[in-house]
């Protein structure tokens, strides 16, 4: 008895040791394995304590709150020594004021409206009561981390939504989303499938059903074929639905930061139809006006309709609409993790796709293309093919010339993906006709 009395004040002793930064093995959640996790976090219940950790080489949506019997305390390690940073400006070539502090500040008036733009989302414009929730705050529209901006800040590591509920499905968000600190402290945040406005309970969500006439997102059908319809929502028309959409996707994107103003983007809704309405299972945002040929801006496909194809389907429709309008595209970087699969996946079936069905010369001779006709046909940029190539290994140098070689194993591993691809995108049921938003002045 005594010798556990001397184990429990030496466990008392070390977890009074746990604060922000230390390193130690934690056992994740429904698993045996113990990896390094980092401490970003503690909060106290009475005299319960839990622990937020990151899992070191692990991605954030691992991330989660432990109690102190997950924890190896007897390999507790120091928060590492932070090296003093320079104020910004103070030296040649650093880097500006992060973007956040300026979200942070009060608002000014933009000087230049062809100031480059990222995805949007907050500004929230709502036309009905505002008792079931607040606004969020002011914090922006959804923008690539850059480096000294608040990617790193403890508070917006910290996953703060437990789980929301739309229309069916029940949903786990993975990353912080600046959702009002009202609703986050709720167990569920309801939202309407449709408008995607949020709600503390599902009494207020049906109170809001009876008020909300909709039954698909606002905007144009600019496509359907079978049960899958595509809308295309201007973010300066549908401000509130648009910052909304960008709400929910900042809950399962971690590579985007928040920022203010939508009135740049477009939003390309992708839905299932049944009887009780269209239903999102994703989408897709691009800009207006994009100097670098960006094509998809931001691309999410929600968790309950992963791996069933909607991601390549998505990527599929924004090279569609780069075609209408002429022009090679690329998306916007970085990409996730599972984002960068789906585009290297879609980039080696489509171009596979269009080097097998090359007709042979008369005499029976290997197909010739250039890299540049692969691009005007599948509409790809240039260094997507190039390296999609190389990433196969079919492009080689030969006798002071670049020739393709696909192998027959490369081949049997194609026709089986796409015998698996039971939908594709129908260029025949797309009505959409670009246009040009440089000459329209104000978007």
Partial sequence: QETKMAADFSDISLLRKVIEGCRLPVRMSDTDEWPLAEVLSKRESGSKKEFYVHYIDYNKRLDEWVSPDRMNLGKLQPPAKKE?????????????????????????????????????????????????????????????????????????????????????????????????IELTSEPVIYLCEFCLKYVRSRKCLERHRTKCTIFHPPGNEIYRKGSISVFEIDGRKNKAYAQ???????????????????????FYVMTEMDGHGFHTVGYFSKEKESTEDYNVACILVLPPFQRRGYGKLLIEFSYELSKFEGKTGHPEKPLSDLGLLSYRSFWTQTLLDVLIGLPRGE?????????????????????????????????????????????????????????????????KHLHWTPKDWAKRGKW
Wanted: aromatic share 6%; with cysteine.
């Fill in 84 to 180: 003093p940073k320079s104020q910004p400006g103070s030296a040649k070539g650093s880097r500006p004021s992060s973007p956040e502090r300026e979200a942070n500040a009060p608002m000014r008036k933009q000087v230049s409206q062809n100031r480059k733009r990222k995805l949007g989302m907050l500004d929230r414009a709502d036309d009905e009561s505002s008792t079931d929730a607040p606004p969020p705050p002011k914090t922006g529209s959804l923008r690539p981390h850059g480096g000294n901006m608040s990617h790193d800040d403890v508070v917006t590591r910290i996953k703060n939504v437990q789980m929301i509920e739309l229309g069916r499905c029940r949903m786990k968000p993975w990353y912080f989303s600046p959702y009002p």
């Fill in 244 to 266: 909304n959409l960008c709400l929910v996707a900042k809950l399962f994107l971690d590579h985007k930061t928040l920022y203010y103003d939508t009135d740049p983007f477009l």
């Fill in 363 to 427: 005499d029976g001779s290997p197909p010739i293309v250039a890299i540049n006709d692969l691009c005007e046909i599948t509409s790809i940029r240039k260094e997507d093919v190039i390296s999609t190539l190389q990433h196969l290994n079919v492009i080689h140098y030969y006798k002071g010339q670049y020739v393709l070689h696909v192998s027959k194993e490369l081949l049997e591993t194609h026709r089986r993906s796409a015998a698996k691809r039971k939908v594709q995108i129908d260029p």
